[in-house]
């Protein structure tokens, strides 16, 4: 076959700052998929998106390119309406877990097509492959029998799903280019597009553990993708929410699967609503579902029908490690990037791809801001069972916490804004 363009043409028209035209962007992205475009040539066009941007009819096109490089899934003959939550990438950040069941309870099907963790951010799957017997690979005859006998679904989008964003994903995490834009928002619209829910909840995250790190960019991210939703379809709306410190009290995987905190309690509430309502069910309270027990009942229903015990006891770490305050005060900050990194080079993360993480590896806070702590009372608990990795991970918290006289001046809530 002759190709219609060569990919360096395509390349030097973004390093030079042009519109990359239609017929471009398909090609690129088709050519890609199919091993013409070499990961090098990508990886340059990537970084060329990162550096210059691209306008909403690029970013609109490159997405439509996306879903156009595998199937799409279609749950319209399900007997209840689907929403799904995508979350741009936290630390600490399991509220999936608690969410796609409750929101089963309150009549709304949930398919969750999840990823792994990317970068120094945790992975929904990596988090439930914690507990024995789970298993993240389903058909899209089982997902769907699922969907319709228990309500929810978390499991790993298949390899059909949105092939070029799995091969450019993969690319983007070894080659520094996740923190794009226009690339966030094309990779995880093509593939809740693909999926084919009927509503669409964002969970974009702003702060330093985030990959928007600002207000304006996570903002102009959400904009973005609620657009790209809304074209397609999809009723989207998204949250900003609070990432400059770790979500709960845990951030790793085995860690994560346990009961939750305030913050974790109020973002899944918040998330539920916004599902529901979504579904076109806003006369549901999920705040009730979670206090009577339904939502337990679907989570047990749902882990027990992907192989996995919600008996069984979770991986505990060969080793611990205890950082302590070392002065009286307040905690003032406890930064949300560093815990993430910290986790990540305990084990729960990868350094390479496709490496397997540790299930038990991950750090438990004592104390988050706002708490009074006083010198050698423990700050974080280190997890790993590779005790060689306490060294690095401890140098990631150097400077990572401070303690203070004062309270600091925290956000009122963990929702922030809301883009619909
Ligand atoms: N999550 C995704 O699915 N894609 C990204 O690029 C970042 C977060």
Redesign the pocket.
Known sequence: MTEPFDATEVIAAKRDMQRLSDPQIDWVVDAFTRGVVAPEQMSALAMAILLNGMDREEISRWTAAMIASGERMDFSSLSRPTSDK????GVGDKITLPLAPLVAACGVAVPQLS?RG?GH?GGTLDKLEAIPGWRADLSNAEIMAQLEDVGAVICAAGAGLAPA?KKL?AL?DVAGT?EAIP??AS??MS?KIAEGTGSLVLDVKVGSGA?MKRHEQARELAETMVALGTDAGVRTVALLTDMSTPLGLTAGNAVEAGGGPRDVVDLTIALAREMVAGAGRPDVDPAEALADGRAMDVWRRMIAAQGGDPDAPLPTPKETHVVTAQADGVLTRLDALAVGVAAWRLGAGRSRPGEQVQAAAGVVLHAKPGDTVRAGQPLLELHTDTPERFARAEAALEGAFDIGAAAPDLPASVVLDRVD
Not at 86 to 89: P, R
């Open positions: 995508h979350s741009t990438g990823g990317l951010t964003d994903y983007r996740v690339l966030i990779s995880i593939k990959f």
